[in-house]
């Protein structure tokens, strides 16, 4: 891989929305280093479908974002790597619900260490590079920065702080760098707590009267980190016309 070829580091990439976005810039060109933090496995497994694409295109990085000193170092094995950075995508999320009332401190950190203090803090580390290479970042926040749900305050409120992330960052590394972000709708139901109910109750409320598919986000992360060159500090919704529950 030549430094020419562009780079993007995803973070939780290993799985469900982050796989789509990495297979997409991939797709495109891109050189990807997939983080993840558990999924070590199918990380090794994305990365090596990659590879079997296009040899020396794929890097796995392992780390628990919530740990401070592991985020700068993200980004310089990625430029270790691959000689340059062009797109950080910032799709690794904490979710679970806390209602209010209920919530700990152990729990807003918890949530706000991945959520928001990371895609930060990986936002700093990557701007010298960025700037270098007139890249973009692009943020995951959710629909449910604007339209909360009342059992999601804390998780709703570090999305909302993502969205004025993303608008501050656009005016801080304009004009070298482009900050954007997608909010999705109902895209991927969690895998650990299925409620029929509450999907078809979300359904009711979407325009489109459909779940979303990971590859129409992943669609849309190319279009702003790569075509939407006149588009910085914008917070996309796709979320099939989701209204307010």
């Known amino acids: 891989m030549t430094p020419s070829h562009r780079v993007a580091l995803v973070t939780g990439a290993a799985r469900r929305l982050g796989a789509a976005i990495a297979r997409r810039l991939h797709g495109a060109g891109f050189a990807v280093a997939v983080h993840c ?22 890097l796995v990085l392992q780390a628990d974002l919530a740990q401070f000193d592991r985020l700068p170092e993200l980004v310089a094995k990625t430029v270790g790597r691959f000689g340059r950075l062009d797109a950080l995508v910032n799709n690794a ?32 580390a990557a ?84 779940t979303g598919s990971v590859d129409e986000i992943a669609a849309t992360a190319l279009w702003l980190l790569q075509d939407a060159m006149y588009t910085t500090g914008s917070v996309v919704a796709v979320d099939g016309g989701r209204t307010p529950l």
Do not use: C
């Open 37 to 58: 933090r558990d999924s070590r496995g199918d990380a090794e497994a994305l990365a090596a479908e990659l590879e079997a694409a296009r040899p020396g295109s794929a």
């Open 127 to 210: 701007a010298p590079h960025l700037k270098a290479t007139r890249g973009a970042i692009l943020g995951i926040s959710d629909v449910y920065a604007r339209q909360p749900r009342a059992d999601l305050s804390a998780y709703a409120t570090g999305k909302g702080a993502l969205e004025a992330m993303t608008r501050a960052l656009a005016v801080v590394l304009a004009p070298e760098v482009r900050v954007n972000a997608i909010a999705p709708g109902a895209i991927l139901w969690p895998e650990d707590a299925a409620d029929p109910a509450l999907q078809e109750k979300i359904l009711a409320h979407t325009a489109l009267a459909r």
């Open 93 to 124: 999320a904490a979710f679970f619900p806390t209602p209010f009332g209920t919530v700990t401190p152990a729990q807003w950190d918890e949530l706000f260490a991945v959520n928001l203090r990371a895609p930060f803090f990986l936002s700093q």
